[in-house]
């Protein structure tokens, strides 16, 4: 595997509380990603960053917000969780361009009840 | 924006047996396309990628895909699956608008003995 990991594996939370995921790289990778993934959706892209404290949203980016304040750190936050933001989340990097394939983390299985 | 389209939502197969997994996309100047498998409870792996070139893709575990740009397809295919193949196995396609991947769906390939 890349060097990505992600934290926590697992975690369980209920409705209205703040939830931080995070993702750690060791590859200096100038662009990380954070996706979900629920059944029938395939990967969906939540935000992405291009560089340290540049960042964008993506396709579903409503109810998450997300930081990087170092090459190797990206944080993504549920400010008030919801049970519709429960899913497996996945934290990706990749080198610069279209042809640079992306590298995932092996995921967080987040429950909100 | 592009899309991707795996039409077949679970493959099941024989052992030894030969497999495609199909994949569409919508058309677009230049394309970059990629397939990924994903095991249980672990992250994407990359298993091939098609930039240019030649349109006949080799690619990990004995897997190969077939870029067609008049079927604008990129079906994967392997002669002889194993147990072990057991896996969910999602196209994307590189948008050229925005440089982001678009995956499909995924396809759950059950090889039974």
């Known amino acids: 595997d890349a060097g990505i990991t992600q934290s926590p594996r697992h975690k369980v939370t209920e409705t209205g509380t703040p939830v931080t995921l995070r993702c750690h790289q060791t590859?200096?990778?100038?662009?990380m990603y954070w996706y979900r993934q629920d059944p029938g959706h395939g990967l969906r892209l939540i935000h992405y960053?291009?560089?340290?404290?540049?960042?964008d949203k993506g396709e579903v980016s409503d109810g998450y917000s997300v930081s990087r304040s170092k090459t190797e750190d990206f944080l993504l936050t549920l400010e008030s969780a919801t049970s519709s933001q429960t899913s497996v989340y996945f934290c990706?990097?990749?080198?610069?361009?279209?042809?640079?394939?992306?590298?995932f983390g092996d995921g967080t299985r987040l429950s909100i009840l | 924006a592009q899309s991707v389209t795996q039409l077949d939502s679970q493959v099941p197969v024989f052992e030894e047996a030969p497999v495609e997994l199909r994949c569409n996309y919508s058309?677009?100047?230049?394309?970059?396309l990629f397939w990924y498998v994903q095991y249980p409870n672990q992250g994407l792996q990359l298993l091939l990628k098609?930039?240019?070139?030649?349109?006949l893709v080799k690619g990990i575990n004995g897997f190969e895909a077939e870029f067609n740009k008049s079927q604008t397809s990129f079906h994967l295919r392997k002669p002889s699956v194993h147990i072990s193949d057991t896996a969910e196995y999602f196209c994307?396609?590189?948008?050229?608008?925005?440089?982001?991947?678009?995956f499909g769906t995924g396809t759950r390939l059950q090889v039974f003995p």
């Open positions: 990706a990097i990749s080198g610069r361009g279209r042809d640079q394939p992306q590298h």
């Open positions: 590859e200096n990778h100038r662009y």
């Open positions: 960053s291009y560089g340290v404290k540049d960042t």
């Open positions: 058309s677009s100047v230049s394309v970059y």
């Open positions: 098609y930039l240019s070139g030649s349109t």
């Open positions: 994307a396609v590189s948008d050229s608008a925005t440089d982001k991947l678009i």
